[in-house]
T-cell receptor
Framework: EPEVTQTPSHQVTQMGQEVILRCVPI?????FYWYRQILGQKVEFLVS????????KSEIFDDQFSVERPDGSNFTLKIRSTKLEDSAMYFC?????????????FGAGTRLSVL | AQSVTQPDIHITVSEGASLELRCNYS??????LFWYVQSPGQGLQLLLK??????LVQGIKGFEAEFKRSQSSFNLRKPSVHWSDAAEYFC????????????FGKGTTLSVSS
């Protein structure tokens, strides 16, 4: 069964450093998403991406965040200058599109630890 | 404001007993509702979804959920729990529009005792 793959599973970085979280969505999916979950809190939407553009973003997704689909298979989330409060589990998701309504399939997540 | 509430943070159920996990939502438009499950080290796996039609929906692993518009609820049920059902369960609501956000509850952790 196809699945969303995220790498690495755990990333440790120093405050102020740039990190790139990587995701390989399901191959025939057209919509891509990033969510995060701070320990003990809800899973929160960050951004959605379609046709090489951001479709929707939350207020969390400020100028320090960016997303890119650098090739036909990867989808990345970049955090330009990490802060302590960026420590969280980051989930990538993908979906086929409108015919499949808003069904989103999630990866296992990348745990980001900012020291 | 749009939100999802899962009132129970942690539930323990005996193996073979029935299970009901509660979910209440607040959503301005027609809600499309989901239940996801997360086992340790795994991603969020879609259990079931409700878009329209029959308010009782069946999902994978023997789970079902009932949409009750009057109560703004979408509770998850299973008649007989197995030890492998121990996991964290998330309820989510969204629009019927790809590319839009899902709003999640805080999750309910299910423990299964033998």
């Amino acid at each position: 069964e196809p699945e969303v793959t995220q790498t690495p599973s755990h990333q440790v970085t120093q405050m102020g450093q740039e990190v790139i979280l990587r995701c390989v969505p399901i191959s025939n999916h057209l919509y891509f998403y990033w969510y995060r979950q701070i320990l003990g809190q809800k899973v929160e939407f960050l951004v959605s991406f379609y046709n090489n553009e951001i479709s929707e973003k939350s207020e969390i997704f400020d100028d320090q965040f960016s997303v890119e689909r650098p090739d036909g298979s990867n989808f990345t989330l970049k955090i330009r200058s990490t802060k302590l409060e960026d420590s969280a589990m980051y989930f990538c998701a993908s979906g086929r599109g409108n015919l499949a309504k808003n069904i989103q399939y999630f990866g296992a997540g990348t745990r980001l630890s900012v020291l | 404001a749009q939100s999802v509430t899962q009132p129970d943070i942690h539930i323990t159920v005996s193996e073979g007993a029935s299970l009901e996990l509660r979910c209440n939502y607040s959503y301005g438009a027609t809600p499309y509702l989901f239940w996801y499950v997360q086992s340790p080290g795994q991603g969020l796996q879609l259990l079931l979804k409700y878009f329209s039609g029959d308010t009782l929906v069946q999902g994978i692993k023997g789970f079902e959920a009932e949409f009750k518009r009057s109560q703004s609820s979408f509770n998850l049920r299973k008649p007989s729990v197995h030890w492998s059902d121990a996991a964290e369960y998330f309820c989510a609501v969204g629009a019927n529009q790809a590319g839009t956000a899902l709003i999640f509850g805080k999750g309910t952790t299910l423990s299964v005792s033998s």
